[in-house]
Nanobody
């Protein structure tokens, strides 16, 4: 079993930056592909980004390309989501997720989930 704990959410203004962290435990971190998803009120959960086990490959949703960066530290067992130039439409609960195979964009393909952290961007 894998436990994921997100942190770093909060209330920011449009144009600000924020970094989310996802601490993992319960399994060798380097064996996990890590992803970030988000869910806004009244909307379905959507893919944001994912990073391969080695960190050598990433994927991003078009809505965040050029503004968000995913990274990982396989020594600290932590994945990060650096968000810059935040927009009000980025407001959502952000979830960290993990899976045992390669990068995927659909939430049903992820085996493990964190509890989520709220990000609110005011205009």
């Amino acid at each position: 079993q894998v436990q994921l704990v997100e942190s770093g959410g909060g209330l920011v203004q449009a144009g600000d930056s924020l970094r989310l962290s996802c601490a993992a435990s319960g399994r060798t971190f380097s064996s996990l592909t890590m992803g970030w998803f988000r869910q806004a009120p009244g909307k379905e959960r959507e893919f944001v980004t994912a990073i391969a086990r080695s960190g050598g490959s990433t994927s991003y949703a078009d809505s965040v390309k050029g503004r968000f960066t995913i990274s990982r530290d396989n020594v600290k067992n932590t994945a990060y989501l650096q968000m810059t130039n935040l927009k009000p439409e980025d407001t959502a609960v952000y979830y960290c997720a993990a899976r045992l195979f390669g990068i995927a964009a659909h939430s049903t393909l992820y085996d493990f989930w964190g509890q989520g952290t709220q990000v609110t961007v005011s205009s």
